[in-house]
């Protein structure tokens, strides 16, 4: 079992830049892949950035490629995203996501743990 709290969101400017963070519980930390996805009001939940177990592979989705950048701390169970050039349509709920797997994914359905979610308001 595997809890997680993420933290970080806030309101913030366009072209701003925010780091959300991810604490998870466990001591299995290093064997879950990680992931962070994202709901607008009155959307589907998306895939934001994902990161294998040892932090070597990444990947991002389409709509931040280049704008933010996914890392973590196996010693200290913490997954970060930072975000930069933030824009109004990356308001959102941010959820941190961990998978029962080494492998990174950007599919919502691999993933069996997540954690409550941290508000992202981006004015323009």
């Known amino acids: 079992q595997v809890q997680l709290v993420e933290s970080g969101g806030g309101l913030v400017q366009a072209g701003g830049s925010l780091m959300l963070s991810c604490a998870a519980s466990?001591?299995?930390?290093?064997?879950?892949?990680m992931g962070w996805f994202r709901q607008a009001p009155g959307k589907e939940r998306d895939f934001v950035a994902t990161i294998n177990w040892t932090g070597g592979r990444k990947n991002s989705g389409d709509a931040v490629k280049g704008r933010v950048t996914i890392s973590r701390d196996n010693a200290k169970n913490m997954v970060y995203l930072q975000m930069n050039n933030l824009k109004p349509e990356d308001t959102g709920v941010y959820y941190c996501?961990?998978?029962?797997?080494?492998?990174?994914?950007?599919?919502?359905?691999?993933?069996?743990?997540w954690g409550q979610g941290t508000q992202v308001t981006v004015s323009s």
């Open positions: 996501a961990a998978r029962r797997s080494m492998v990174a994914s950007t599919a919502e359905s691999d993933y069996d743990y």
């Open positions: 466990g001591r299995t930390f290093s064997n879950y892949a």
